[in-house]
C-alpha cells in the first residue's frame, strides 16, 4: 500500500491534456475579465500550432490553475467556481487538495 497520502497526489501537470479538459474557459468567474476572454479566444490557435508533448506559455492559457497558480488578469471570485465539475479535479483528488477550488484567485493545488 502506497504511503503517499491524497493531499500529495494533488499536484497538477502543466499538460495539453489538463489544458483541453480545463473548465475555467467556461467559468463565470473570469466571464467578465477581458485579458482572460482574449486568451480564450486565442487558446485554440495556440494549441493547433504545438507539436506533439509541446504545451502553451502558460500565460497564453486562461486556465488550469490547479496546475499553475493564481490568474494575472482581475477576476470576479463571487461567482461559482467550476472545478467540481472537472475530470482533471476528480483525477488529482483535488477535494484533498488545498486549496480545492478557485485555485484562479487562492494559488494552486497542493
Ligand atoms: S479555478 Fe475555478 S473559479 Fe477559477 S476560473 Fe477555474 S473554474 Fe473558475
Ligand atoms: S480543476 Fe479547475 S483549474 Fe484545474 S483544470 Fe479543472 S477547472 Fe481548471
Known amino acids: 500500500m502506497s504511503e503517499k497520502s491524497a493531499a500529495v497526489e494533488a499536484e497538477v ?11 475555467c474557459p467556461q467559468c463565470p468567474v473570469q466571464a467578465d475579465s477581458a485579458g482572460t476572454q482574449e486568451k480564450i479566444g486565442n487558446l485554440r490557435n495556440e494549441t493547433k500550432s504545438l507539436g506533439e508533448g509541446e504545451a502553451p506559455e502558460l500565460q497564453k492559457v486562461p486556465g488550469v490553475y490547479c496546475s499553475t497558480g493564481a490568474a494575472s488578469c482581475v477576476l470576479n471570485p463571487n461567482k461559482q467556481c467550476l472545478c467540481k465539475t472537472c475530470a482533471v479535479w476528480g483525477e488529482y483528488c483535488l477535494e484533498h487538495a488545498n486549496p480545492m477550488m478557485y485555485f484562479c484567485d487562492i494559488g494552486r493545488a497542493t
Request: charged letters at 20%; one cysteine or more; aromatic letters at 10%.
Open 13 to 23: 501537470p502543466y499538460s495539453v491534456s489538463n489544458i483541453k479538459r480545463c473548465m
